[in-house]
């Protein structure tokens, strides 16, 4: 079965820092994988997903993500970040095997301080 | 608009008064899913349902019950909630053939059981 390990459960940031949220996978097969935000009192959106191909996958506002098979990681960057990017974000996996099943980390509380 | 309509958006309840959390998608999707997230937990699936009148279990399904007797609705029912059931809820949908890579969340229900 699929699981996913977000280490982190809080990252402050300075504004205008970079930033890195970690992800790792564990799967017997090949995966899908996502980035969820949640701003705070709303609903889960979608930041960006890999599904095949490139490594390197780009998402919205200004966010990107790297699929390392080997070292079975999706982390999640920002070169700068904003006080609009305040949030809790998921990372997520499911499986390319005919499983339904949608699995989430525990997420991250990135805090963007001024 | 394409979207996953949850109601109430807030709910306060008393230990053992029946509830239904409503779900309703406009896309056509025969998957649909029940999450609950709590602090530190991340979201983990209750129940899901991959077409009419045919629902599973998830990860955490006690103390809930779903139906689908219509395509476009999921609604979740707590017939006798208790105070460890307060969690924000979230109902997905998708394509049963592209769940995997896309899934489409409602805004949310915050449930409080006092």
């Known amino acids: 079965a699929q699981s996913v390990t977000q280490l982190d459960s809080q990252v402050p940031v300075f504004e205008e820092a970079p930033v890195e949220l970690r992800c790792n996978y564990s799967?017997?097969?090949?995966?899908?994988l996502f980035w969820y935000v949640q701003y705070p009192n709303q609903g889960l959106q979608l930041l960006l997903k890999?599904?095949?191909?490139?490594?390197l996958v780009k998402g919205i506002n200004g966010f990107e993500a790297e699929f390392n098979k080997s070292q079975t990681s999706f982390h999640l960057r920002k070169p700068s970040v904003h006080i609009s990017d305040t949030a809790e974000y998921f990372c997520a996996v499911s499986e390319d095997f005919g499983n339904e099943k949608l699995t989430f980390g525990t997420g991250t509380r990135l805090t963007i301080i001024p | 608009e394409a979207q996953v309509t949850q109601n109430p958006r807030y709910l306060i309840t008393v230990t053992g008064k029946k509830l239904t959390v409503t779900c309703s998608q406009n896309m056509n999707h025969e998957y649909m899913s029940w999450y609950r997230q709590d602090p530190g937990l991340g979201l983990r699936q209750i129940y899901y349902s991959m077409n009419v009148e045919v629902t599973d279990k998830g990860d955490v399904p006690e103390g809930y019950k779903v139906s689908r007797k219509e395509k476009r609705n999921f609604p979740l029912i707590l017939e006798s909630p208790s105070p460890n059931q307060t969690s924000l809820y979230f109902c997905?949908?998708?394509?049963?053939?592209?769940?995997?890579?896309?899934?489409?969340f409602g805004q949310g229900t915050r449930l409080t059981v006092v």
């Open positions: 890999y599904l095949s191909g490139s490594t």
């Open positions: 799967s017997s097969v090949s995966v899908y």
């Open positions: 997905a949908s998708g394509a049963l053939k592209s769940w995997g890579t896309e899934a489409f």
